[in-house]
């Protein structure tokens, strides 16, 4: 493969189908890193609301639906959100967007540690 076809990707970093027919937002080449930030932070907050109402949930209150399944689909739709972002750290033509995308990217590895 000639090395302009080359594709160097992290460890642990895979891309979704998205977009129509797709489970995941659309890769966009035309985010500032300014709006990658956005969307991580937002996607991010999402997340903290979503696990922080599973936390909130009384011990005699507890249910499959309300703490194993609510925990799934919060962390599964923030992964969502994020395969795009962190598929930018390897694919972008801009050097300050892949830079933001990896800041991003290891911002997220340390919330599962």
């Known amino acids: 493969m000639p090395a302009s076809a080359a594709v160097v990707v992290r460890p642990g970093i895979a891309a979704v189908p998205s977009g129509a027919g797709g489970v995941?937002?659309?890769?966009?080449?035309?985010?500032?890193?300014?709006?990658?930030?956005?969307?991580?932070?937002?996607?991010?907050?999402?997340?903290?609301?979503?696990?922080?109402?599973?936390?909130?949930?009384?011990?005699?209150?507890?249910?499959?639906?309300?703490?194993?399944?609510?925990?799934?689909?919060?962390?599964?739709?923030?992964?969502r959100e994020m395969y795009p972002i962190a598929f930018l750290t390897a694919v972008s033509p801009d050097a300050a967007v892949r830079e933001a995308a990896d800041d991003g990217v290891d911002v997220a590895g340390r919330l599962f540690e």
């Open 24 to 79: 995941g937002p659309a890769l966009n080449f035309a985010l500032s890193p300014q709006q990658l930030q956005e969307r991580y932070q937002t996607a991010t907050a999402r997340l903290d609301s979503a696990l922080a109402a599973v936390a909130a949930v009384p011990p005699e209150a507890v249910s499959y639906a309300n703490t194993v399944q609510a925990y799934e689909e919060a962390t599964a739709a923030w992964s």
